[in-house]
């Protein structure tokens, strides 16, 4: 039976880029979403094993998201190009903060 992962990123040429490389390792992909809403939506109809989420979502950050994640105790990464604005943030669930750019491997590195 294959993981599924959430792909949370709202630059699609990135997020096709994470799609192609989890579906060539035989991941089923939700999303991606480029948006809270989306990612929502998507976390209504099916639970991920795994998810990738980009922080900072344009006018938004995918906080909301990270802490259905966490509280649904779904193994998650952030992966951002902003990592002084992770830091700043207080209530920031627990979770591994990825540099963009980054390799699609290093992301496996905190799935099972």
Do not use: H
Not at 50 to 70: H, K, Q, R, V
Not at 79 to 96: D, S
Not at 97 to 102: A, D, E, H, M
């Amino acid at each position: 039976m294959s993981k599924s992962v959430l792909i949370v990123e709202d630059d699609p040429l990135i997020a096709m880029d994470m799609e192609d490389f989890f579906e060539s390792r035989n991941y089923d992909i939700l999303g991606p979403a480029f948006n809270v809403v989306e990612a929502l939506e998507l976390l209504k109809e099916q639970q991920p094993d795994y998810a990738t989420l980009d922080y900072n979502l344009g006018n938004e950050t995918s906080l909301p998201i990270a802490d259905i994640l966490y509280n649904s105790e779904v193994p998650f990464v952030f992966v951002t190009g902003r990592v002084a604005e992770i830091k700043r943030e207080n209530n920031l669930p627990t979770a591994p903060v990825l540099t963009k750019p980054v390799l699609y491997t290093e992301i496996l590195d905190y799935f099972d």
